[in-house]
């Protein structure tokens, strides 16, 4: 069960439904998981700063079980992600930012249990 937090400076009209959309699918392609698994959330309007500079940036929390536990994972999803939001996003590569957690299934709850009972 991914969870994706896009963090921006970008303002909120930059950012439709069909985005999330995108966001959740492409999401399920880089990490190989079921698209009805993946939870994306995007805040807009933030007041950010990346490498001291305030211009346009993203900050994206990747979290998940048992895909983003690596460096070499890690290398091929950031590059992944990277090619996404500079596409859609039109962000120069060094004003994206991404954060890998893995997560364990006993560290999700859904259903009124934890993800290792379902």
Known sequence: ???VDLETNLPA????????????????????KPTDRINVTIKPDLLMA???CTSPC??????SIGVVGSAEQNREHSAKF?????QELGLPEDR??????PLEPWQIGKKGTVMTYL
């Open 96 to 101: 994206i930012v991404l954060q890998f957690h």
């Open 13 to 32: 009209s930059r950012f439709s439904n069909e985005f999330v959309k995108k966001l959740c699918s492409v999401t399920a392609t880089i990490l190989g």
């Open 58 to 63: 993203v900050l994206v929390l990747v979290s």
């Open 1 to 3: 069960m991914p969870f």
């Open 50 to 52: 990346i490498s001291g």
């Open 82 to 86: 990277s090619q996404f939001l500079m």
